[in-house]
């Protein structure tokens, strides 16, 4: 621990300046409180996202830790932070007429970026900016982005899971994310893609970076690293999972095991992170310890005939302050916002009797009515007497926000263990839903010798879209313009016979979809 030396004047915050800052925390706190409190449900029931808790103190540690530096620094503050508290609460207001909670929070943040900035001016906030960055990883990721992330890892961590095994001279068959070892089949479920472990690794990848003495780009790749860390780990366990079972029963992918077995990773990932430290520390120049890289310390005592200096509160901060008040005012005075849930039928009057198509209706499981967390759905299998056969499905909600999101059958699909060997826009001639020409997209997709045509696409609101990223725009633009954000997805299958071309079966889907689609109109609303 060393001493601050040529250390003339102290700056120190007198109590009435630190009422003052907890005070403009706890206006933006209860103004942003709604996108807050499903943040925190976010930590409490999703385990990638269970460290949360830690980033508030993490934050506050890193600040403290620089306190000597910045009792160095006299405040003036700056006007560019009551602009940045301006752009906060900007999208604060649009995420809430939106309805949208990431937004939210990632205003809550920049609103904390910007008080900070309007008190401490730019040579306090350049000493604090990196601290207050780590806010950032404690907002969880929208619902679509983290469910197509997760079904990404299911299939890497499935894939090399199985190499694993097979180093170990085991018979293993991989169906998507269903590792099928002869007496045992293992689903590599989305509590095990590897986010509970990318998550909080790389949030400490980001952390051990900062504190890394090193050049720029050391502490880059270091971050870096994490994802392919995890995922490399992650599908290790996987490996390690499968062959135990192989050896010792179904057992050990199961119960305390199969947790502890994730706190081993998690542990090691860990361990893999400080090594690779060490061994960048050897790259170039002369190796350090790694006590002395690794720049943790505790911030140097005051030299006690230093000149004492108290703060005033700049003017900059009053006006960030104060507008975050006044925003907190109005919104508390207006009356809640209710989204409009337009009348509809429900799917269980939906015919099954179209032309010379029958249906019969398909009840899903408990655990996929819970992942997909539709409010309706239709399942039905379709048949004519020329043996025909089209499966049907729709999922209505009648809200979209965080995870109940319609999920895209281009992320699931793979997961099932179909290969999508083929994707596209495709135009059907002469059908129009919601008075649009009705674009798809098509897939066909394979297992084994088996070939299935699919269509689907995104029925929002009187849209026909196939671009899962524009289905979040409209859902986003709809729920400012016309306080709705009720949709569904729609998606039709057909299996090729042997010998089948695929002109047939779009030829059969097409007819299909023609006489089917607008059935639709009376239960997914334009």
Request: charged share 15%; net charge positive.
């Amino acid at each position: 621990m060393s001493t601050i030396h040529n250390q003339s004047i102290v700056w120190k915050e007198p109590p009435a300046v630190w009422a003052l800052l907890a005070a403009a925390i706890a206006f933006a706190v209860a103004l942003f409180y709604d996108g807050l409190a499903f943040m925190v449900r976010a930590w409490q029931g999703q385990e990638e996202y269970s460290y949360g808790y830690l980033i508030p103190v993490i934050c506050l540690f890193l600040i403290w830790q620089k306190k000597e530096i910045l009792r160095q620094i006299p405040f003036a503050g700056s006007w560019a932070g009551v602009g940045l508290t301006f752009a906060g609460i900007l999208f604060f207001i649009l995420g809430k007429l939106g309805d949208v909670y990431t937004v939210i929070q990632y205003s809550f943040v920049v609103v904390i970026f910007g008080l900070m900035l309007a008190f401490a001016g730019w040579p306090g906030f350049r000493v604090i900016r990196i601290p207050l960055l780590v806010l950032v990883f404690m907002v969880p990721l929208p619902g679509f982005l983290n469910q197509t992330l997760s079904n990404e890892l299911q299939l890497i961590s499935s894939q090399l899971g199985v190499a694993v095994i097979r180093l170990f001279g085991i018979s293993v068959f991989l169906e998507g994310n269903v590792v099928d070892l002869g007496s045992y089949k293992l689903q590599v479920a989305e509590a095990c893609s590897g986010l509970r472990y990318l998550f909080p690794l790389m949030t400490f990848g980001f952390i051990a970076a900062y504190f890394f003495k090193a050049p720029f780009w050391k502490r880059a790749l270091l971050f870096a690293s994490t994802v392919p860390i995890t995922i490399l780990m992650n599908s290790f366990r996987i490996g390690i999972i499968g062959v135990t079972v192989d050896r010792w029963g179904q057992a050990m992918a199961e119960g305390f095991l199969h947790e502890f077995e994730g706190w081993i990773v998690f542990m090691v990932c860990t361990g893999v992170l400080l090594l690779e430290m060490w061994l960048l520390e050897r790259v170039g120049g002369a190796p350090r310890p790694l006590r002395e890289a690794f720049g943790l310390a505790f911030p140097a005592p005051t030299l006690q005939q230093a000149q004492i200096k108290y703060r005033s509160v700049p003017r900059p901060f009053y006006v960030a302050a104060i507008s975050v008040l006044v925003v907190l005012a109005v919104s508390s005075a207006l009356p809640e916002r209710k989204e409009t849930i337009p009348p509809r039928k429900d799917f269980s009057t939906f015919p099954m009797e179209i032309t010379e198509w029958r249906g019969e209706r398909e009840r899903l499981g408990v655990d996929i009515v819970n992942a997909l967390n539709f409010d309706d759905y239709l399942m039905a299998d379709y048949s004519n007497a020329r043996g025909g056969r089209i499966n049907f499905y729709v999922g209505y909600y009648e809200t979209q926000q965080a995870d109940k999101v319609p999920h895209s059958p281009r992320a699931c699909i793979p997961g099932n263990g179909w290969q999508i060997s083929d994707i596209r826009d495709y135009t059907l001639r002469d059908i129009a839903v919601a008075g649009h020409p009705l674009r798809v997209n098509r897939l066909i997709i394979e297992k084994g010798a088996q070939q299935q045509l699919v269509y689907y696409w995104f029925q929002q609101r009187g849209r026909i879209i196939t671009n899962e990223y524009l289905v979040k725009w409209y859902l986003f633009w709809d729920a400012l313009t016309r306080n709705r954000s009720d949709g569904s997805l729609v998606r039709f299958i057909t299996t090729l016979g042997p010998g089948e071309s695929q002109a047939a079966a779009d030829r059969r889907l097409s007819e299909f979809v023609r006489v089917a689609s607008p059935q639709l109109r009376p239960y997914v609303p334009d």
